[in-house]
Structures are given as C-alpha cells and as structure tokens.
T-cell receptor, first 114, second 115 residues
Framework: AQTVTQSQPEMSVQEAETVTLSCTYD???????LFWYKQPPSRQMILVIR??????QNATENRFSVNFQKAAKSFSLKISDSQLGDAAMYFC???????????FGEGTQLTVNP | AAGVIQSPRHLIKEKRETATLKCYPI?????VYWYQQGPGQDPQFLIS???????DKGSIPDRFSAQQFSDYHSELNMSSLELGDSALYFC??????????????FGPGTRLTVT
C-alpha cells in the first residue's frame, strides 16, 4: 500500500518570508499524481497545487511551487511571500491513477507570524 | 460556481443510533468519494462510487454502507454508532477520464458527534 509521510508536524514562518514543507511517499508505480491540500480553521479542504509524475517540470501556482524529486520520492511545497491567510494545516496527498482514492500524509500545521 | 453540498452540516447522535449523511456532487461529476477525518488526523478514504457503482472501498466499517443514486447524489448510512465514529465526514466529487487526473472537489463536511 502506498504511504505518504510528512515529517514536520508544525512549521512557522514570518510574514513575507519563504517556507518549505516536506513530503515523501512510497510507491512502486511509475505514473501517479501528487497534491498539496490546505485545510484552514474552517476545515474546508482546498487544493493548492498538483503534480503529474510523468511531468518533469515542477508545478507552480502563483506563490506556491513544488520540488518534485521522482527518484527520491520527494514532493515538497514552497510558499513564497507568506501571508497571514496561508496559516493552515497542509496535507500532502498521493493518487495512484485518475479517479482513484487520495492517500494523505499526517499533515503539517503552518503558522504565519506577523 | 456550484460546489459539493453536504447535509446536514452538524449531527449529534447517541451511541447505537443510526445516522445518514448526504452528498450532492457538482453537476456532471460522475465520481463521489467519502472520507473520514478524526480529530487531529488526516482524512481517511472510506468508499467511492463511479457512475452509481462502487468503484473502491477503503477502511469502512461493516456498520457503514453507502450508495450513489440515479441523480448522482450519495448517502452514507452509519448504524450502531460508536463514540469513535465522531469525526468530520467529507464528500468529494470529480469527473473522470482515462489518463487525466481531475481535482477532487471537497464539500464542507458533516461533523458527526456521537455521545
């Protein structure tokens, strides 16, 4: 079974600074999908960014970017110019094939300090 | 834009009672997923449906059952409730196409409290 590991239960960053959240996963598949979801205090699950394993180029969405290292099975999220609204729980998630279940990591609680 | 609708948003039940959670996916989304998120935990996959047929099953207790109806809405039925069933239950929906990963759009969740 696939596993997703987030080794940082908590992280903090100063407003306007950059922070990187780590995620590793285990799979024997060559094609799969990876996601970062954000869960603010409202508990709503919000997609931040996604990466297809067959794409070598790292995904970018505005201030959010990933560092996808397929051989190392690593998928980190970089948040640039951190804002107070970025404070949330961040979950890394793995999806084996289109339409299949999401397997989540344990989450990283991000605090943004003014 | 239309989002995933879940009802009720909050539900309080006593042990051994039954609960029914409802999910209305985004129009034209043919796949529905159910996840359970316990306090301080990550969401755990329960079950999914594609075109009204069960497509995948995760760690769903035998006390739980679910189905997807002809209008694509889905219901999660939970019987003989236990204190440990207290959690946030998410429904998510997505379209499906071979080789393309579509985002799973999550509903706001139903918070179930079992007393």
């Amino acid at each position: 079974a696939q596993t997703v590991t987030q080794s940082q239960p908590e992280m903090s960053v100063q407003e306007a600074e950059t922070v990187t959240l780590s995620c590793t996963y285990d799979t024997s598949e060559s094609d799969y999908y990876l996601f970062w979801y954000k869960q603010p205090p409202s508990r709503q699950m919000i997609l931040v960014i996604r990466q297809e394993a067959y794409k070598q180029q790292n995904a970018t969405e505005n201030r959010f970017s990933v560092n996808f290292q397929k051989a190392a099975k690593s998928f980190s999220l970089k948040i640039s110019d951190s804002q107070l609204g970025d404070a949330a729980m961040y979950f890394c998630a793995y999806q084996e094939t289109s339409g299949s279940r999401l397997t989540f990591g344990e989450g990283t609680q991000l605090t943004v300090n003014p | 834009a239309a989002g995933v609708i879940q009802s009720p948003r909050h539900l309080i039940k006593e042990k051994r009672e039954t609960a029914t959670l409802k999910c209305y996916p985004i129009p034209r989304h043919d796949t529905v997923y159910w996840y359970q998120q316990g306090p301080g935990q990550d969401p755990q996959f329960l079950i999914s449906f594609y075109e009204k047929m069960q497509s995948d099953k995760g760690s769903i207790p035998d006390r739980f059952s679910a189905q997807q109806f002809s209008d694509y809405h889905s219901e999660l039925n939970m019987s003989s409730l236990e204190l440990g069933d207290s959690a946030l239950y998410f429904c998510a929906s997505s379209p499906r196409s071979r080789g393309i990963s579509y985002e799973q759009y999550f509903g706001p969740g139903t918070r179930l409290t079992v007393t």
